[in-house]
């Protein structure tokens, strides 16, 4: 008693400030106690989900990695060419149908192997061929004045059936809706619709053209990324852009933006009054093709159920293009590979109920210089294609 006393009295002799630095310092002691025992928390959790499977990773996040990307698998396939091109670390695998059509889709993607036979290796001669397109090909080799080989093979004919051509500046498809255009009635075309556009660059082309007749609202985005909008209340008339997820090559880009268009196509309420746009490719040339096949059956999936809700979407899908071999992009890029995706893309959406603006053949047709964003004249034959579908009743207008 005596003690707690003469503390008290203690106590109340110290100086106040001198009471109140011991009263922080056990605060500062619990607060680095805190702090440190969170660190060592947050590392062990780092630890846990980084050594989780992946399959048990895929139960905890099945919509995020329903659209989700095929990345190198861990172990190499013995077959290069029949990769599986499902996300085998992110989920089941692929059922018995997508298997056959990742092998078909390879197959037909494949590059052309030499003929058959036996090839001869020499030092010091000379060889002569004698080439006529669907007729024998005639190769010889000699060396040191003597014939060792004269092999003969047939050179298969290429049928090639263009998709249209340009006359005065316009596109004339060689067959389906034909292109009408459409200079001062864009407006009263898209009134009461609402166009959804998702997908790279080349399809946020198509908007940047049509916001030059919808006023477009300013949503303080990133220009290149999105989203996009554009709004003509007067005449109920919605355009969106947004920018497709991952793979991208767009710097800088908030994550958060980033979204898959398979869930995006998912969250559209559709109707006839709904067009869906999108163009999916450009930043697919740096990664296997595979990549690309599991993401444009994601894609597939959802277009085929959009119709299916509230029938009469319009869903428009814009293939690949030529692209500018500079120093830059041929580090990443290569016609081949946007070949190969462009095949892949229509032999996945042969027979669906959707549209194909076929830029490839556009771009090849047109006289201007390869560019991986075509210019504003093969834009607007794109843009007044699109329209001839979103309005087929429409009379022929042209100034």
Known sequence: MVRAECGAVACQALPKGLINSRHCFKYVLVFLFL????????????VTLEGLSCHTAWLFFPYRNSSCVAYTQKTPHPSQRHVPTFCSHRGPGPTPDDALE?????????????????????????????????????????????????????????NYTPAGYYYQGYWKPAGGTPARRFDTSITQCLTGKVI??????????????LSAFI???????????????????????LLKYRCHGPPIRILPV????????????????GGPDTVVLFSVWAHFTSFPVEVYICRMRHIRRAAVRLPARPPGTLVVVRSANFVAMDQTTSTHSSDWFSLQMDGVLRAM???????????????LAHHSA????????VIKNMVDLVLAHVCPDETDKKS
């Open 35 to 46: 702090a440190v025992s969170g660190f060592v928390f947050l590392l062990r959790d780092i």
């Open 102 to 158: 990742d092998r078909r889709l390879l197959d037909a993607i494949a590059w052309p192997q030499p003929p058959a036979g036996r090839l001869l290796m020499g030092v010091g001669g000379a060889h002569s061929c004698a080439f006529r397109l669907g007729t024998f090909v005639s190769c010889s080799f000699v060396a040191d004045g003597q014939k060792l080989e004269n092999s003969s093979i047939r050179a298969e004919s290429v």
């Open 196 to 209: 959804n556009m998702y997908g790279d660059s080349t399809v946020r082309q198509w908007f940047e053209y």
């Open 215 to 237: 006023p477009e609202f300013n949503l303080h985005c990133s220009k290149m990324v999105g989203p996009l909008m554009a709004v003509d209340s007067k005449n109920n008339i």
């Open 254 to 269: 908030v994550v958060s933006e980033l979204r898959y268009v398979a869930n995006e196509l998912d969250g559209l309420a």
């Open 349 to 363: 959406f042969q027979g669906l109920a959707v549209v194909l603006v076929d830029a490839w053949e556009m771009t």
């Open 370 to 377: 390869h560019n991986i964003h075509p210019p504003p004249a």
